[in-house]
């Protein structure tokens, strides 16, 4: 069983700064990729950033300059480090990753609980 558990996240003002961090825990072997996905209300989840086991970089042309995703491999965790924030980017975050619980195991996604991000003012 693997279980990720997010922390971080809340209400913010238009311009400020946010950071969240998942951990992932339990049976397993390897994570691959490691990332954020968001929901808005009324639309579909969109992936944010990702980052793979070694460190390459993906991000959404909406977040890209502003968000940055980093990873600790030795503490199975990711981070999502957001700046500039605009209203646009109200949504639930979730986290995910790719694991492989067992050597040679084929990797599945897991998924944090999610975590709400409100910018207002």
């Known amino acids: 069983q693997v279980q990720l558990v997010e922390s971080g996240g809340g209400l913010v003002q238009p311009g400020g700064s946010l950071r969240f961090s998942c951990k992932a825990s339990?049976?397993?072997?390897?994570?691959?990729?490691m990332g954020w996905y968001r929901q808005a209300p009324g639309k579909q989840r969109e992936l944010v950033a990702r980052?793979?086991?070694?460190?390459?970089?993906y991000y959404s042309d909406s977040v890209k300059g502003r968000f940055t995703i980093s990873r600790d491999n030795a503490e199975n965790t990711v981070s999502l480090q957001m700046s500039s924030l605009k209203p646009e980017d109200t949504a639930v975050y979730y986290c995910?990753?790719?694991?492989?619980?067992?050597?040679?195991?084929?990797?599945?996604?897991?998924w944090g609980q999610g975590t709400q991000v409100t910018v207002s003012s």
């Open positions: 339990g049976s397993i072997f390897t994570i691959y990729a």
């Open positions: 980052i793979t086991s070694g460190g390459s970089t």
């Open positions: 995910y990753a790719d694991i492989a619980s067992i050597r040679g195991g084929v990797p599945v996604d897991y």
